[in-house]
Nanobody, 122 residues
Framework: QVQLVESGGGWVQAGGSLRLSCVASGLAFSSVTVGWFRQAPGKEREFVAAIRWGRTFSSDSVKGRFTVSRDNAKNTVYLQMNSLKPEDTAVYSC?????????????????WGTGTLVTVSS
């Protein structure tokens, strides 16, 4: 059974940083596409960033501020978020998607984490 568990969310002031972690059980992150998505209150879920093997991709809204990385030994994917803005406030979820989808689309996601809340105050 595959489980994805996120952690690292919380409250931060604008301009601050947070690092989210996503730990997997039941599969190896080294061989799949892992994406981060977020859903702000009252809005649709949107793609944030993804990593597959040695390749990464970020949405325009976070490019230059957020970095996705992976530690194969810990079977963990990270999302380092710097220069946070109030509009980054959302529930962030990691997901495992089909390798045929790049960058990963929601429709290609096979497994979702439960999410972690990030709140950025102005």
């Amino acid at each position: 059974q595959v489980q994805l568990v996120e952690s690292g969310g919380g409250w931060v002031q604008a301009g601050g940083s947070l690092r989210l972690s996503c730990v997997a059980s039941g599969l190896a992150f080294s061989s799949v596409t892992v994406g981060w998505f977020r859903q702000a209150p009252g809005k649709e879920r949107e793609f944030v960033a993804a990593i597959r093997w040695g390749r990464t991709f970020s949405s325009d809204s976070v490019k230059g501020r957020f970095t996705v990385s992976r530690d194969n030994a810990k079977n963990t994917v990270y999302l380092q978020m710097n220069s946070l803005k109030p509009e980054d406030t959302a529930v962030y979820s990691c997901a495992v998607a089909s390798t045929s989808s790049w960058p990963p689309q929601e429709s290609a996601v096979d497994y979702w984490g439960t999410g972690t809340l990030v709140t950025v105050s102005s």
